[in-house]
């Protein structure tokens, strides 16, 4: 399987620990990014990478958010102290800069704060 | 601002009927436009997308219009299977700049 993949793809974690999200892209896939879904919501977009540079946050990324992309290649996303309201699917997606903006998006790693 | 759904409306359709999903986008200046799939658990999944300069295209067993004058975006899909039971979801984006998704819609199919 060549998709973006995603991992874990479940995680349940205590209040206040904190909890770090893998992502594979599409190989050559320049473009990486990252958005949140809860239940019932369209994804929201939290950040995306051009190769190795972060280019664009969105609000909703706390200070208690961080995401890396050191080699151009895999992406990271922590999340530090968590709370409940982190609770969501985190989702991974990656683009091909040449393809305009079609993305494509991994199956999501489910966070659960308890 | 960001577009979120907060309400998911829901259409059903008869197997073998067609089935038309509308969406109203935000941002008059957006100039890519795309449809997804999303099966409960799972992540989207890409079906459709369509450039400003277009107001229609067709794939298999779907169809994307576009209205850029009322902002509207539609999704026809020929022939509804119980396959095509998903949320669907539209997504905008301007410049090569990031998607923002709309409210998706459930479609169920029902025999």
């Known amino acids: 399987d060549t998709g973006v993949s995603q991992d874990p793809r479940h995680k349940i974690t205590k209040r206040g620990q904190n909890v770090t999200f893998r992502c594979d892209p599409i190989?050559?896939?320049?473009?990486l990014y990252w958005y949140r879904q809860t239940l019932g919501q369209g994804p929201e977009f939290l950040t995306y990478?051009?190769?190795?540079?972060?280019?664009?946050k969105s609000r909703l990324l706390s200070d208690r958010f961080s995401a890396e992309r050191p080699k151009g290649s895999f992406s990271t996303l922590e999340i530090q102290r968590t709370e409940q309201g982190d609770s969501a699917m985190y989702l991974c997606?990656?683009?091909?800069?040449?393809?305009?903006?079609?993305?494509?998006f991994g199956e999501g790693s489910w966070l659960t704060v308890v | 601002g960001e577009s979120v759904g907060l309400h998911l409306p829901t259409l059903s359709v008869q197997e073998g009927d067609n089935s038309i999903i509308n969406c109203a986008y935000s941002?008059?200046?957006?100039?890519?436009f795309i449809w997804y799939k999303q099966e409960s658990g799972k992540g989207p999944q890409f079906i459709i997308d369509?450039?400003?300069?277009?107001d229609k295209r067709q794939g298999q067993r779907v169809t994307v219009l576009l209205n850029k004058t009322v902002k509207h975006l539609s999704l026809q899909i020929a022939a509804t299977q119980p396959g095509d039971s998903a949320v669907y979801f539209c997504?905008?984006?301007?410049?090569?700049?990031?998607?923002?998704f709309g409210t998706g819609t459930r479609l169920q199919v029902f025999p």
């Open positions: 997606a990656s683009s091909p800069t040449w393809s305009g903006n079609t993305i494509y």
């Open positions: 190989s050559e896939h320049n473009r």
């Open positions: 990478f051009q190769n190795e540079a972060q280019l664009e």
């Open positions: 941002n008059s200046a957006s100039d890519y």
């Open positions: 369509i450039r400003s300069n277009m």
């Open positions: 997504a905008e984006s301007y410049n090569t700049d990031k998607l923002i």
